[in-house]
Every structure is written in structure tokens, then in C-alpha cells.
């Protein structure tokens, strides 16, 4: 499925009021593993994320790294996430480049979310808490490295 089919579908299934959850966890597809994430983004125009994170998979912690851009960004902020993984079959298929489209604005400390996908059909689902000072709106590309 393309990814922007993907995030419309998503946005629908999570939108809808008095929907049951397990339609939305349907469209995500099986729920297989957790992360945790710190990262840090900094821009002007364009943007530069990095961080580290833990995965929780079959049974065993795996760390990872985050590297990644955004376009039409300004400002700095830290990210602290949780999130769920979903279609992850095999450990090799989590390392890999995850688009998103992603919105932030924080002030202080913010709120936010986004659903990533990358190219072996894993989808992340996170969750964030934000602080600094940015104003994003843009298409976002983050790379997950397993150490």
C-alpha cells in the first residue's frame, strides 16, 4: 500500500468518533513490538533530527539510532516518545529510512504524534512530548539504525 494511502486511511480509522479501537488497530495491521525514543531536531528551513531509542521485541531490548530531516521547519525542540510497532516479523525489517508527515508546534512543551512507515511495511505509531521552541509542518524522513 503507498504510504499516502496509507496515512489517509489511518487519519480516517483513528478520526472517526465511536469507532471501536480494533478497527484502527486493524488498518495498523498486528501490533508486534514497543519503542522509546529521545531525540533532538534543530532547524532553519531545513532540519536535522538525531537520537536514540529502545525496542522491545520478542522478548529482548534492542537499541537503535535516529537520524533524519525535515523541510519547512524552524526552531529546536527535544522529543521524548512511546510507541507501538506494528508488522514487524523479522528484526532485520525494523532498520530502515520511515516517512512521515508530520506537524509540531511547541512553545514550552507540546503534544504530538505521527504514524511511520518504512519500505519492509513496518509501521510505527508514536506518541511525543516536546519542549523547546519549533514550528513544523512538513514531510518528514527518519532513519532507525539497530546498534
Sequence with gaps: MRFSS???AATLAVSVAGVP???AADAMGAPTA???LTAKSADIGLGYTWGEGKLTYGGKTHAFSITGGTIAAVGFSKIEGT???YNL???KDFSGTYAAAHGE???GQGLGGAVL???NGVRIKIETISQGARLAGSAQGLTLTLK
Aim: charged share 20%; proline share 0%.
Design 105 to 107: 508546534a511547541t512553545l
Design 117 to 119: 512507515e518504512n519500505k
Design 21 to 23: 479501537a480494533a478497527y
Design 89 to 91: 516479523h523479522r528484526l
Design 34 to 36: 514497543k519503542i522509546t
Design 6 to 8: 496509507f496515512v489517509a
Design 83 to 85: 510507541g507501538t510497532v
